[in-house]
């Protein structure tokens, strides 16, 4: 058994449950770490869990944990992160349609929350390992792809979580040179947060969690630490800023 391990953060998400199994069967003597608000494993290829909150003070316990645990940090996932409520809290259609904690709660959970995990995890990733962070973006959260408008808050949320990657990434080519940042637009998948836009999807344009993960996993393996950050799709094709 290697000291090697891989951290998987918002693991109860339908493409974090398909990735753990898939990186659990590609690497066997890896330790695999799932961090959800759930008390117990999203998975049964999960080797050692943690509930958090997600809470300044709890991401910093959890990190404090990883670290003192010792492993070489081979890959850290972030899948966290909010487009609808549910109830009454959707995409804006129009100006008129932004309201300030619709917006903010956006902009906790899609920019800040990778970032206060980026910041906790930094002493447990940085070293000789070489680890690839990877967090959800979305391809809408580009600014000079942007040709129709509208979804204000989530566009922002992610075109704003992109520019705090490529800041960390400046960053990091100089203070931990085995990280290699990773934004990831997954596609439409076919999750809770997708399925109320999923009606004009084209079929073979809505994938399957599996899918996705199994995409993503082959993005992180063949993604060298090069002092950028990636900013890609489900394809590994560049996005625009």
Same mark, same amino acid.
């Given at each position: 058994?290697?000291?090697?391990?891989?951290?998987?953060?918002?693991?109860?998400?339908?493409?974090?449950?398909?990735?753990?199994?898939?990186?659990?069967?590609?690497?066997?003597?890896?330790?695999?770490?799932?961090? =959800?608000?759930?008390?117990?494993?999203? #998975?049964?290829?999960?080797? $050692?869990?943690?509930?958090? +909150?997600?809470?300044?003070?709890? *991401?910093?316990?959890?990190?404090?944990?990883? $670290?003192?645990?010792?492993?070489?940090?081979? =890959?850290?996932?972030?899948?966290?992160?909010?487009?609808?409520?549910?109830?009454?809290?959707?995409?804006?259609?129009?100006?008129?349609?932004? +309201?300030?904690?619709?917006?903010?709660?956006?902009?906790?959970?899609?920019?800040?929350?990778?970032? $206060?995990? $980026?910041?906790?995890? /930094?002493?447990?990733?940085?070293?000789?390992?070489?680890?690839?962070?990877?967090?959800?973006?979305?391809?809408?959260?580009?600014?000079?792809?942007?040709? *129709?408008?509208?979804?204000?808050?989530?566009?922002?949320?992610?075109?704003?979580?992109?520019?705090?990657?490529? #800041?960390?990434?400046?960053? /990091?080519?100089?203070?931990?040179?085995?990280?290699?940042?990773?934004?990831?637009? &997954?596609?439409?998948?076919?999750?809770?947060?997708?399925?109320?836009?999923?009606?004009?999807?084209?079929?073979?344009? /809505?994938?399957?969690?599996?899918?996705?993960?199994?995409?993503?996993?082959?993005?992180?393996?063949? =993604?060298? &630490? +090069?002092?950028?950050?990636?900013?890609?799709?489900?394809?590994?094709?560049?996005?625009?800023?």
């Amino acid at each position: 058994m290697t000291n090697l391990a891989i951290i998987v953060i918002g693991a109860s998400s339908a493409i974090a449950r398909a990735f753990v199994k898939i990186q659990a069967r590609h690497n066997p003597n890896v330790k695999v770490i799932t961090v =959800s608000r759930q008390a117990k494993e999203t #998975s049964q290829a999960s080797n $050692l869990h943690f509930q958090c +909150d997600y809470s300044k003070a709890q *991401i910093r316990q959890v990190a404090m944990h990883i $670290l003192e645990l010792g492993f070489e940090v081979k =890959s850290v996932s972030i899948f966290n992160g909010l487009l609808h409520d549910e109830i009454d809290k959707f995409p804006e259609k129009k100006l008129e349609d932004i +309201d300030l904690d619709y917006s903010m709660a956006l902009f906790n959970i899609n920019t800040m929350l990778p970032m $206060l995990w $980026l910041q906790a995890l /930094l002493p447990a990733i940085k070293g000789k390992q070489p680890c690839i962070v990877t967090a959800l973006s979305a391809r809408v959260g580009s600014i000079s792809d942007n040709r *129709i408008g509208g979804w204000y808050s989530y566009r922002s949320s992610k075109a704003a979580l992109n520019m705090m990657f490529k #800041s960390a990434a400046v960053e /990091l080519a100089r203070r931990a040179k085995n990280v290699k940042l990773v934004l990831f637009h &997954p596609g439409t998948t076919d999750t809770p947060l997708s399925k109320p836009f999923q009606a004009n999807v084209p079929e073979d344009k /809505l994938f399957t969690p599996e899918f996705v993960a199994n995409q993503l996993s082959g993005i992180i393996a063949n =993604s060298p &630490p +090069d002092g950028t950050v990636s900013y890609v799709d489900w394809q590994n094709k560049p996005i625009e800023w």
